[in-house]
């Protein structure tokens, strides 16, 4: 029997990471998220319980921002901070994985968790159409995809669409992008049965 794993967060550091420019620098809270005493992320932001076993957080991490000109050593690299995306973190195994969520904008996008559903407003590749999205954890595709207008494209995080509100009986989500036209959506209710299983494999 695996012996059960050590999941923490270590002490939050004040950073600072670039606007959609790179003219501004924002403030971001990052803190380390450890198993077994080991770093394994970085995350920012409350994490949300999906089950008892199994939690989401944001993640955080370091860019080389250095050009080429600028030295190749370690004395040429300039880290800079980012948003990422969202992890799913298994209590039982201590696994810690990336979600892969459609058209989710590490910058603009803004998430609305209810239980193992994550609403947010996404932007196309090209950046040119905004959608409405409902993704399940444990899903392949998303529960939900309709366009939603095009982005702004404005200089600032979190500023397609406010963050979607969710409501329980019945379950339905509503969102209003920039444009204040509020969309809501009925959501077939289904909870899947998410297991995150897959050992990694030693370091």
């Not at 995350?43 to 600028?70: C, K, S, W, Y």
């Not at 990336?98 to 209810?114: G, K, R, V």
């Not at 239980?115 to 399940?136: F, P, T």
Request: with cysteine; hydrophobic share 35%; charged share 30%.
């Amino acid at each position: 029997m695996s012996k059960p794993h050590v999941i923490a967060f270590g002490k939050t550091i004040s950073a600072k990471w670039p606007n959609a420019t790179g003219q501004k620098l924002l403030d971001l809270r990052v803190r380390p998220l450890l198993v077994d005493a080991r770093v394994k992320e970085y995350a920012t932001g409350a994490p949300h319980d999906l089950t008892d076993r199994l939690f989401v957080v944001r993640r955080a991490f370091r860019v080389n921002d250095a050009l080429p000109t600028e030295g190749g050593n370690s004395a040429g690299t300039r880290w800079q901070w980012q948003r990422g995306g969202w992890l799913l973190v298994d209590r039982l195994t201590g696994r810690v994985s990336q979600l892969n969520l459609p058209e989710f904008d590490p910058f603009y996008s803004t998430a609305s968790w209810y239980r193992d559903y994550i609403a947010y407003c996404g932007v196309s590749e090209d950046g040119k159409k905004l959608y409405a999205i409902v993704a399940q954890v444990g899903r392949r595709k998303p529960v939900l995809r309709k366009e939603a207008g095009e982005p702004a494209g404005a200089d600032d995080p979190d500023s397609e669409c406010p963050p979607p509100v969710w409501e329980r009986n019945p379950m339905r989500v509503m969102f209003q992008p920039g444009d204040g036209q509020k969309l809501v959506f009925s959501i077939r209710n289904r909870v899947v049965d998410v297991v995150n299983d897959a050992e990694e494999p030693e370091e």
